[in-house]
């Protein structure tokens, strides 16, 4: 028996739905979010690879103005999109801004 990775993600629910209507697809969907997953660590802008201390949230509005829906920007690159560099108004009061090494100063 392989061994087993338990992991905890957030996947769309549209992409459990898709596992629901065809379960004998189940093994592609599972394949295909994996790739999802693999896409998503990196920066849509500069491709660098983003690391869990590079977790960041913004306010929605921000996001919805300088964002890229659900794909993940680095500091440098949601920084260069504002114009200036990112102030407390612009952070979710949440567990991962506080202990983040970059935003926990903003607090």
């Not at 379960?23 to 896409?39: G, H, I, N, T």
């Not at 979710?92 to 983040?100: A, F, G, T």
């Amino acid at each position: 028996m392989k061994d087993v990775k338990t992991i905890r993600i957030k996947v769309p629910l549209e992409q459990l739905r898709l596992v629901e209507q065809f379960p004998d697809k189940s093994e592609f969907y599972v394949q295909a979010m994996y790739k999802y997953l693999e896409l998503l660590q990196f920066c849509q802008q500069c491709k660098k690879k983003i690391g869990k201390t590079d977790d960041y949230m913004l306010k929605d509005e921000i996001w919805q103005q300088y964002g890229v829906g659900s794909g993940l920007l680095c500091f440098h690159c949601i920084e260069n999109r504002i114009g200036r560099g990112l102030i407390k108004d612009d952070l979710l009061d949440v567990k991962s801004n506080r202990i983040n090494p970059y935003t926990k100063n903003l607090f």
